[in-house]
């Protein structure tokens, strides 16, 4: 599975962006998809997963309520729709896809990363 990430861009606090993260192959719908982010200087961190199937999400505790990941099987697209952003989700955001039965938040159980959009939220 080959991961391309968008969307990313600068906006200032309070705003919203939708990121987006095309994959390639037949295979989409067999693996769960992560969005993680890391900010300069600090280790990449959870953000969002969705299950294979769409049904099961989960968030991290700083973006839960402000965050919605989604997937569109015909598109073979996960996406990351972010409101009411703060200056700490300045960070470079990432899209992984991973074939663990259960939704991780860990990067070591992601297979396949996608490169990176950057994400810049100005107060």
């Known amino acids: 599975v080959q991961l391309q990430a968008s969307g990313g861009g600068l906006v200032q606090a309070g705003g919203s962006l939708r990121l987006s993260c095309a994959a390639s192959?037949?295979?989409?719908?067999?693996?769960?998809m992560g969005w993680f982010r890391q900010a300069p200087g600090k280790e990449r961190e959870f953000v969002a997963a969705?299950?294979?199937?769409?049904?099961?999400?989960k968030y991290a505790d700083s973006v839960k309520g402000r965050f919605t990941i989604s997937r569109n099987y015909a598109k073979n697209t996960v996406s990351l729709q972010m409101n009411s952003l703060k200056p700490e989700d300045t960070a470079v955001y990432y899209c992984?896809?991973?074939?663990?039965?259960?939704?991780?938040?860990?990067?070591?159980?992601?297979?396949?990363w996608g490169q990176g959009t950057q994400v810049t939220v100005s107060s």
């Open positions: 992984a896809a991973g074939s663990g039965a259960t939704l991780s938040v860990f990067p070591l159980n992601y297979d396949f």
């Open positions: 192959g037949r295979t989409f719908n067999r693996y769960s």
């Open positions: 969705i299950s294979s199937s769409g049904i099961d999400t």
